[in-house]
């Protein structure tokens, strides 16, 4: 008989709390399970900070609330580790390792192990004030935001607590000396405008505000006043459809390494200037085939438009289907906001919450309710099929996200999110506004965070991943020397037919890929038009 690695895992750790439990009614519990000791779950320890962080994100998407609260970042010497913070005893933590293995097996996630709790310390963060209005603090936001240095805006937050206030904080994540001497400094740049900091501990809270969201409101294309019709008027339709002309005529063409051929499509012609951007792109990808670092059985899609010429600039297997994973989410977004704008319901603080869950935080059961509202995953693809035919060519939407997150069935084409992109910064969807300020929530996106792209990039975005995807698309828009601003759409996806031996390592290593190459998208575009 056969047993896969999750059943073998469930089995031994079956075994030993029987024999944890066996022996605590003889009165002889082993000393690893005495009651004194206290234990935590650890499903991540690194020396990568940045690795812990993207990892912290993707779990929250599949724990419930009361297990993401008790979510900890915390450090050991030069490492960094993600716990969770449950105190409990031997007997406790092994019935929690056992429900949380389950989900993350089930997902397609590394199995976390349960340790006495050890040397960890707290991370810290500069406190700016706190309160139970959310107005006050993003006027004193700006106020900060002004006065203090570059290296602190990008890490600037308003988070709300688990009490319902609402604090700013410069999320250092550091130590609690090094801390310190930041508040005081921070204190004396602020101290004309009245303004007193203070030490608090990373607590693992919502964000709900931050330097995309300012920008954001600065920017704003328009509102929910957004002037588009429940169906497209052939102009707008007729002007999209050029569009996705010029986004899509495929051509095959092979790319032979080492490790096989692999099929890629583009479109054609692309401007002669531009091919620089592709010839990047290939380059670093092939060299990532020929190391090994990106495996036989992977595919990638990438696409970048040029929002400011209207044009694609890069096209490698845009027609090419992938699984959507949780790049799905703004479309369900538009599915839900074409029945609200029809009348059909109103979107009111309940549906703004589950919206801002799903797109932000990703959260999978909020999704499933913005569905049920809709209908349903059928609803929702044959509502962007009707009235949205062209944008979504080949989008989709068969599944409710499952209760592990692991969806494999919703897929769509690095095109169709061009074309939604396009159609979001152009003013052409309901609710333009809104799902515009719900994408540029912040949160651990792929195309921005992380990469040498200088702050102040305005950024609308939505991950995906699973098992077997990685993938980011979204609008960035940085600063020009001229004071402006040069906006283009990027897509980026690697899709597995396997699933990896250590998930945690291969969702982060194709994370860096993607973030590389939105580095190299964007130091093209910067020698192309003078940006900062």
């Known amino acids: 008989m056969k047993y896969s690695v999750a059943r073998s895992f469930k089995i031994f750790?079956?075994?030993?709390?029987?024999?944890?439990?066996?022996?605590?009614?003889?009165?002889?519990?082993?000393?690893?399970?005495?009651?004194?000791?206290?234990?935590?779950i650890i499903y991540i320890l690194t020396k990568d900070l940045e690795r812990v962080l993207d990892y912290k994100e993707e779990l929250e998407a599949i724990f419930d609330a009361k297990v993401r609260r008790k979510l900890r970042i915390v450090g050991r010497g030069d490492e960094y580790a993600l716990i969770y913070d449950g105190n409990d005893s031997a007997r406790t933590v092994t019935k929690t390792l056992v429900q949380h293995a389950e989900i993350l097996n089930k997902a397609g996630y590394d199995e976390p192990y349960a340790t006495k709790e050890q040397n960890f310390h707290a991370l810290y963060n500069v406190s700016y004030g706190m309160g139970p209005n959310l107005e006050p603090l993003k006027k004193r936001y700006k106020i900060v935001y002004k006065y203090l240095g570059e290296d602190v805006k990008k890490d600037l937050f308003i988070e709300k607590t688990s009490y319902g206030n609402y604090t700013l904080i410069y999320r250092r994540r550091g130590g609690k000396t090094s801390t310190t001497r930041v508040a005081k400094r921070h204190a004396k740049k602020l101290r004309r405008q009245r303004i007193a900091?203070?030490?608090?501990?990373?607590?693992?809270?919502?964000?709900?505000?931050?330097?995309?969201?300012?920008?954001?409101?600065?920017?704003?294309?328009?509102?929910?006043?957004?002037?588009?019709?429940?169906?497209?008027?052939?102009?707008?339709?007729?002007?999209?459809?050029?569009?996705?002309?010029?986004?899509?005529?495929?051509?095959?063409?092979?790319?032979?390494?080492?490790?096989?051929?692999?099929?890629?499509?583009?479109?054609?012609?692309?401007?002669?200037?531009?091919?620089?951007?592709?010839?990047?792109?290939?380059?670093?990808?092939?060299?990532?085939?020929?190391?090994g670092k990106i495996s036989k059985d992977e595919s990638t899609g990438w696409m970048v438009y040029d929002l400011m010429r209207d044009r694609s600039i890069v096209d490698i297997n845009a027609d090419k289907e992938f699984q959507a994973a949780s790049m799905i989410k703004p479309f369900v977004a538009l599915a839900f906001f074409h029945q609200a704008k029809a009348g059909k319901f109103v979107?009111?603080?309940?549906?703004?919450?589950?919206?801002?869950?799903?797109?932000?935080?990703?959260?999978?059961?909020?999704?499933n309710w913005i569905m049920r509202q809709v209908g349903g995953p059928k609803s929702c693809e044959a509502i962007l099929k009707k009235y949205y035919s062209h944008i979504f060519k080949k989008t989709k939407i068969k599944e409710y996200i499952p209760s592990n997150g692991r969806t494999y069935l919703n897929s769509s084409l690095?095109?169709?999110?061009?074309?939604?992109?396009?159609?979001?910064?152009?003013?052409?969807?309901?609710?333009?506004?809104?799902?515009?300020?719900?994408?540029?929530?912040?949160?651990?996106?792929?195309?921005?965070?992380?990469?040498?792209?200088?702050?102040?990039?305005?950024?609308?975005?939505?991950?995906?991943?699973?098992?077997?995807?990685?993938?980011?698309?979204?609008?960035?828009?940085?600063?020009?020397?001229?004071?402006?601003?040069?906006?283009?759409?990027?897509?980026?996806?690697?899709?597995?037919?396997?699933?990896?031996?250590?998930?945690?390592?291969?969702?982060?290593?194709?994370?860096?890929?993607?973030r590389e190459v939105s580095t190299l998208i964007y130091k093209e575009m910067k020698k192309e038009h003078q940006l900062l």
């Open 13 to 40: 750790v079956e075994i030993t709390l029987f024999l944890i439990i066996f022996s605590s009614s003889l009165g002889v519990l082993p000393a690893f399970a005495a009651h004194r000791d206290k234990y935590d």
């Open 197 to 291: 900091t203070s030490l608090t501990r990373e607590n693992n809270n919502t964000v709900v505000y931050g330097e995309t969201s300012l920008m954001d409101e600065k920017h704003s294309l328009g509102g929910n006043g957004d002037k588009v019709s429940a169906k497209p008027s052939k102009s707008v339709a007729a002007a999209a459809a050029a569009a996705a002309a010029a986004v899509i005529v495929p051509q095959s063409r092979k790319m032979t390494t080492p490790r096989g051929t692999i099929r890629e499509t583009k479109s054609q012609p692309l401007a002669k200037n531009y091919s620089q951007f592709e010839k990047s792109i290939e380059e670093y990808i092939n060299k990532l085939r020929r190391k």
């Open 347 to 367: 979107y009111g603080r309940k549906s703004r919450r589950k919206m801002e869950a799903m797109i932000q935080r990703s959260n999978n059961s909020a999704t």
């Open 414 to 514: 690095p095109s169709d999110y061009v074309r939604f992109l396009r159609a979001l910064w152009k003013k052409e969807l309901p609710y333009g506004r809104e799902i515009r300020r719900l994408m540029a929530l912040p949160g651990r996106d792929r195309l921005y965070n992380g990469t040498p792209i200088p702050r102040g990039t305005l950024v609308y975005n939505k991950t995906g991943t699973t098992a077997h995807l990685c993938g980011d698309m979204g609008i960035l828009s940085p600063k020009t020397k001229k004071g402006g601003r040069y906006p283009y759409a990027i897509v980026g996806i690697i899709e597995r037919r396997s699933r990896p031996s250590d998930y945690g390592r291969w969702m982060h290593s194709r994370s860096r890929v993607i």
